[in-house]
């Protein structure tokens, strides 16, 4: 079963974690299911760029994003070249490292 390494976030997951996923989850899920709470004001359905994630390791394992990810993407946040929305992001076979940035775009936001 691939693992998905959290590198630490300062409120999310102050002391990262190693999470063993099932292949074909998404990572917004994985994360959710193993209680780091990742905004995800869209719920999932891709409408919004919340969820970003910087894969730093295994990006390659992933399901290619498609064109509305993409263009998304474009509105995140810090955006690196191994950005995907996480909501997006399928697991694959291989181990993942991801970073969930500092900050998120969310307008809609309450506790800001």
């Known amino acids: 079963m691939p693992q998905i390494v959290v590198l630490p976030h300062e409120t999310l997951c102050p002391e990262g974690a190693v999470l063993e996923v099932p292949k074909g989850v998404s990572v ?24 970003h994630v910087v894969v730093r390791e295994g990006f390659g394992s992933l399901n290619e ?14 955006l690196e070249a191994t950005s995907r929305l996480s909501c997006q992001a399928v697991v694959g076979d291989d181990d993942l490292v991801i970073e969930i940035p500092k900050y998120t775009i969310n307008h809609a936001r309450e506790n800001h």
């Open 65 to 78: 994003a498609e064109e509305k990810e993409e263009d998304l993407l474009d509105m995140a946040w810090g």
């Open 28 to 51: 917004c899920d994985a994360l959710l299911d193993n209680d780091i709470e990742i905004e995800h004001a869209c719920e999932k359905s891709c409408a919004c760029t919340t969820c």
